[in-house]
């Protein structure tokens, strides 16, 4: 008879690659990253707000840093962050009052968070470029 109580020493691999999540999940976690990358850029707009209000030298002054790609590209970033952000907060709203709680239209609505939202940045970031 088998001994059953014995345990056997198997490796134990645990795949923690967030690639592997289902589409839902991974708004789960951009919508989180949208966030914190919310509060990040608020920090930059509050510094950019805070020397252009001071002075005309102020102004000037981020007017050129507005000028810089870098800059461009952290208001593109921040754009999508806001963007993403709303559109999964309206997700997970809908989802909250039963609204699209089904596997196939949890995908589709995930799905569509992340397209609307790059769509929209894309949109939008082309003018401000």
Known sequence: MPDLTAKKKRPLWYNLSP????VPGLVSIFHRISGLALFLGLLAFLFLLD???SSESGFARA???LRDPIWKLGLIVSLWALLHHLCAGVRHLLLDIDVGVGLESARRSAFAVFVVSL????????RLW
Do not use: E, K, Q
């Not at 690639?19 to 289902?22: E, V």
């Not at 769509?119 to 082309?126: M, Q």
């Open 19 to 22: 690639l592997n999540l289902p």
């Open 51 to 53: 020397s252009s209000l």
């Open 63 to 65: 007017a050129g840093y």
């Open 119 to 126: 769509a929209l940045t894309a949109f939008i970031g082309v």
